[in-house]
């Protein structure tokens, strides 16, 4: 999975005047991550942070005086102080994946590439993104397939050579 | 627009001769040839881009004429302006929070931020 410059209908750059370990902190550590993923005038309650490929960070957003919602990452790619894979959605209370309780036509998921580059002191964070669709999640289904179709028919030619081989 | 017809217009875009064939009929409606000659690209190839563009409601085809002129959607287009404006804004705000947060819990380095919009 991966997507480059010319690829990407949404991109937006910025760069923080510093080093790229702090940076990554603010985006890998639950503590951090809360104070400033939130929209605006919204406060953010933890349910779960699992920081790894396959993990879900699930979390409530508070306004005040309005129903909680819910949002959910699903990370899919995590490379220490590089990069993040990751579909965005809004979500239940049980960490199920919801649509956005405010439009019918809002994509229901959003892969999001994210990056850092930088030296000692200033980083660099890329942000690309797309409306992830049914499509998408067939083709990945399949892609995640893959590895394991090919092992098991790597593993019967092993099998039939070991069984040539005997003869 | 519903949002699997959104992110099937995103991919379609993903291409960048798509891209470009898009912004090429932004200037008005053409033909098959005539899109095919500045890319340097056989007709049947064009094609295929084509009804990927057209399937993803991006673009039209004429069905009268015998050269079956393509031109823009531009509805469809407009809508996936909106969300990339609406994401955008989303992300300026929250990297506008990510910088302050980063600033607050460091000494002051003496030095100003900078912005990188594109």
């Known amino acids: 999975m991966s997507m480059n410059d010319d690829q990407s209908v949404f991109t937006i750059t910025r760069q923080f005047a510093l080093p790229r370990a702090v940076v990554w902190e603010a985006w890998s550590e639950a503590r951090q991550l809360e104070q400033w993923w939130g929209p605006k005038g919204c406060s953010i309650d933890i349910r779960c942070f699992e920081f790894r ?3 879900f960070f699930h979390y409530a ?3 005040e005086g309005a129903p909680t919602m819910w949002g959910r990452f699903n990370y899919r790619e995590i490379v220490a102080q590089e990069r993040i ?6 979500s239940n209370e049980r960490c199920g994946i919801a649509r956005a309780p405010f439009s019918e036509s809002c994509p229901l998921e959003i892969r999001n590439f994210v990056t850092f580059a930088g030296h000692a002191e200033h980083t660099t964070v890329t942000l690309r993104a797309e409306p992830f669709g049914e499509v998408d999640a067939e083709r990945e289904y399949f892609e995640a397939l893959r590895p394991s179709l090919e092992q098991g028919y790597g593993g ?3 099998r039939l050579d070991a069984f040539l081989l005997q003869g | 627009m519903r949002s699997d017809e959104l992110s099937r217009a995103f991919a379609a875009l993903a291409d960048p001769t798509r891209r470009a064939i898009v912004a090429r009929l932004a200037a008005g409606e053409a033909t ?3 899109l095919a000659e500045p890319f340097d690209m056989t007709q049947p190839s064009i094609s295929k881009h084509l009804k990927v563009l057209e399937q993803a409601g991006l673009i039209s085809r004429g069905r009268a004429a015998q050269t079956r002129p393509c031109r823009l959607e531009a509805a469809r287009l407009r809508d996936i302006a909106q969300w990339v404006d609406v994401y955008r804004n989303l992300w300026e705000e929250r ?3 990510l910088d302050a947060f ?6 002051p380095a003496g030095k100003g931020k900078k912005n990188v919009h594109e």
């Not at chain 1, 894979?85 to 809004?90: A, H, T």
């Not at chain 2, 980063?102 to 000494?107: D, M, V």
């Open chain 2, 95 to 97: 990297f506008e929070r």
């Open chain 1, 53 to 55: 490929p396959g993990g």
């Open chain 2, 32 to 34: 098959v040839s005539e």
């Open chain 1, 85 to 90: 894979v990751w579909l965005n959605s809004f």
């Open chain 1, 156 to 158: 019967t030619f092993d």
């Open chain 1, 61 to 63: 957003m508070n306004f």
């Open chain 2, 102 to 107: 980063l600033q607050s819990t460091r000494p």
